[in-house]
């Protein structure tokens, strides 16, 4: 809900960025008397939601089958258990160096 909540809220601003600086742009060259002028291209705007409805779904698809297939075979680990392998490791390192020699 949130997800796709902010994508459209993005795709509005992008819309609205959009058509404000094409407005903006004509406005400008209406005032230096260029109106006929070409040279200036804009993105066709159903390209520019195609692409980002495209990568918005590729995230959705890719945090779903995350979520179905990966997620749902976690098992949190308990911290006793890991500060007790971490030790005993520690402790196994240790013994594992070599003895000091008496001369």
């Known amino acids: 809900m949130v ?3 902010i994508g459209v ?15 903006v742009q004509k406005r ?7 109106v006929g002028v070409t040279g200036i291209a804009w993105p066709d ?6 692409v980002a409805l495209t990568c ?18 976690y098992q949190p680990l308990d911290g006793n258990a890991v500060k007790k392998l971490l030790i005993d490791n520690v402790i196994r390192n240790i013994n594992a160096m070599p003895k000091p020699t008496n001369p």
């Open 28 to 34: 400008i060259l209406k005032s230096k008397g260029l």
């Open 45 to 50: 705007m159903t390209h520019v939601i195609f």
């Open 56 to 73: 918005f779904g590729g995230v959705a698809v890719a945090e779903t089958v995350f979520l179905f297939v990966i997620a749902q075979n």
């Open 9 to 23: 809220g993005v795709l509005i601003f992008v819309i609205v960025l959009y058509f404000s600086y094409q407005a």
């Open 3 to 5: 997800l796709g909540s």
